[in-house]
């Protein structure tokens, strides 16, 4: 028999739907990842903003060993003190007034669109189903994520998309006013779209929204799958634009690197979903919220979310001086970088090459550094960027 290596059984295997960096990671410890041979990586993309405490943090590994050596798993139809305690704490902490679980961005925003289809259909009956959202969006994968997602390339192959989805451009309150009718139940949108490349949406033009939205019984939906949780240097990003969404989606950063998801609404729509409008198999699962309380524990310290937005100052202000960096698009510590010449990809390559594991949006390089960085890896991290930036002149 043939010995395959990892990345050979990868190809053999695994469908193509990624194009992978040429790296096989095998463990890590806070900012610090090491591959297969045992080489080094600073890792500031943290799995797309998943390991927001970074890698095998002691205490949250700690919190999901001892869940899973408790309870594993049990089925939604019993009360799970992880899930409860987890829940509680989101509400208290944002106002909003309840949740619903499942395991993934794309499902979080799945739930939010059912939730605000069922109020207006319990509301207004029957055709009051529309949802705007913003071009350049991304909402998920799955048939009705895509169709919510405003971008042309993600609408392919896998007709019939699901229906009643309009786009308008963002920022701009005429195009939103003027897309609305009798039929619009909802407006979705990212308030920093992260794949359309770090657009941070303005705040005048966010609260308007709300206001318009508000005003005229349209239920704004804000997904947060990626500036959640601390990210943006607050617990949510829309705190930072001092609104209150009706609906919030969240997953990335929440489990620590365990799969979450789940749907936050606000007090009109508490009783909206009743047994048997939605449901999930793995959803509220205590081993992920066991991991969750924790992150959540731990970003809601004194002091955690200030260190956050100190250290994206910190980043901002070094990486805007790089050759070859045009501007720096950036809210905390999700960080966006223009560049002046060359293809964002190929950067992100050599930098993965060169020790720095970070990402891209669209024809930006993007940091999504774990919220714990030390001052120490972002130096080293911003060392390998200005070697790689000076190497591609
Ligand atoms: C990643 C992401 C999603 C999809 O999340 P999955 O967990 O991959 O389904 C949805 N919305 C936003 C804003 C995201 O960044």
Redesign the pocket.
């Known amino acids: 028999m043939i010995l395959l290596n990892t990345k050979e059984k990868d190809l053999k295997y695994i469908m193509h739907t990624y194009g992978r960096y040429d790296v096989a990671l095998k463990s890590g410890k806070g900012a610090v990842a090491y591959d297969e041979n045992g080489k080094k990586y600073i890792d500031v993309s943290s799995g ?1 903003g998943v390991n927001s405490l970074g890698y095998c943090n002691d205490g949250w590994v700690e919190a999901v060993t001892k869940q899973a050596g408790t309870i594993q798993h049990m089925s939604n139809y019993f009360y799970s003190e992880q899930a409860s305690n987890l829940a509680e704490k989101l509400c208290t902490l944002t106002g909003m007034s309840k949740v619903c679980f499942g395991n ?4 979080a ?1 799945e739930c939010a669109i059912k939730i605000a289809r069922k109020y207006s259909f319990d509301k207004y009956g029957e055709g009051r189903n529309g949802i705007i959202t913003l071009k350049n969006s ?4 799955t048939v009705t994520t895509l169709s919510a997602t405003g971008q042309d390339v993600f609408h392919n192959y896998f007709f019939p998309f699901t229906e009643g989805f309009s786009y308008v451009e963002a920022g701009d309150m005429n195009a939103l006013k003027n897309a609305v009718n009798k039929n619009t139940c909802a407006v979705m949108l ?1 308030l920093i779209q ?2 359309g490349g770090v657009n941070i949406l303005d705040k005048d033009y966010v609260q308007s929204l709300v206001k318009f939205c508000n005003e005229n019984d349209i239920l704004v939906i804000v ?1 947060e ?2 500036t959640g949780v601390g990210r943006t240097g607050k617990l949510f990003a829309f705190e930072n634009y001092e609104i209150l969404p009706d609906l919030v989606t969240v ?2 950063g929440l489990g620590g690197g365990l799969p979450i ?1 789940l749907c936050m609404c606000a007090d009109k729509l508490r009783d909206v979903m009743s047994p048997s409008t939605h449901g999930t198999t793995f959803g509220a699962n205590p081993v992920v919220c066991a991991g969750a309380n924790y992150v959540l524990d731990t970003i809601t310290a004194d002091g955690f979310l200030d260190e956050v937005n100190k250290k994206g100052a910190y980043i901002e202000e070094k990486v805007s001086k790089l050759e070859n960096v045009k501007n720096v698009r950036r809210m905390g510590l999700m960080i966006g970088i223009e560049l002046e010449s060359g293809n964002a990809h190929d950067i992100a390559v050599k930098c993965v090459e060169n020790g720095l594991l970070i990402i891209t949006a669209k024809d930006l390089l993007r940091m999504l550094p774990p919220l714990v960085i030390t001052y120490e890896e972002i130096d080293e991290a911003l060392n390998i960027l200005e070697n790689t930036l000076k190497e591609n002149d």
């Open positions: 797309i993934s961005g794309a499902e925003n991304f909402h998920g994968r990212e992260g794949e997904d799958v990626q997953a990335k998801g």
